[in-house]
């Protein structure tokens, strides 16, 4: 009888180390996050009539929010990486350092940069409290003189 008590006391002792480690609560699902349009086009040189609202602004050139992204809140969105195998890496650090992202995904680049015409990958990563997931290549940026 007293093998039998000390089998189960054992086993419930295992149960209860086991069963008490940290677990992360909440959750954050990115396997189907998008933008669209997944292409954001940024001009160089604005026609001085069809652009003038966006000149007189200063309006900065914005995509539209992330769609898919599910997670316990507060979700942060913020820029990973940006590539240009064209232009090399000191364009795509410009772009990197110019752009910005709001709430919702938002990505703003602003009306005067310093951007070189020609493509550019933006990654972008999510996180929230206890996940953090990139999505590679989210937003493509195409810049134009």
Not at 82 to 103: F, Q
Request: with cysteine; proline share 5%.
């Amino acid at each position: 009888m007293k093998t039998k008590d000390l089998l189960l006391l054992i086993g419930i002792l295992f149960v209860c180390i086991t069963g008490c480690q940290d677990i992360t609560e909440g959750y954050l699902e990115v396997d189907e996050a998008s933008y669209t349009p997944d292409t954001l086009y940024v001009y160089k040189t604005l026609d001085p009539v069809n652009d003038a609202v966006r000149i007189r602004e200063d309006a900065p050139w914005v995509s539209l929010a992330i769609e898919g992204v599910l997670g316990t809140a507060q979700i942060h969105y913020s820029v990973e990486n940006v590539t240009a195998p064209e232009l090399g890496e000191a364009a795509a650090k410009i772009v990197k350092d110019e752009l910005t992202i709001r709430g919702g995904g938002i990505m703003q680049y602003p009306l005067k940069n310093q951007a070189q015409p020609g493509t550019y990958k933006v990654s972008v990563r999510v996180t929230n409290p206890g996940y953090s997931k990139v999505i590679q290549d989210a937003m493509t940026i195409i810049v134009k003189d």
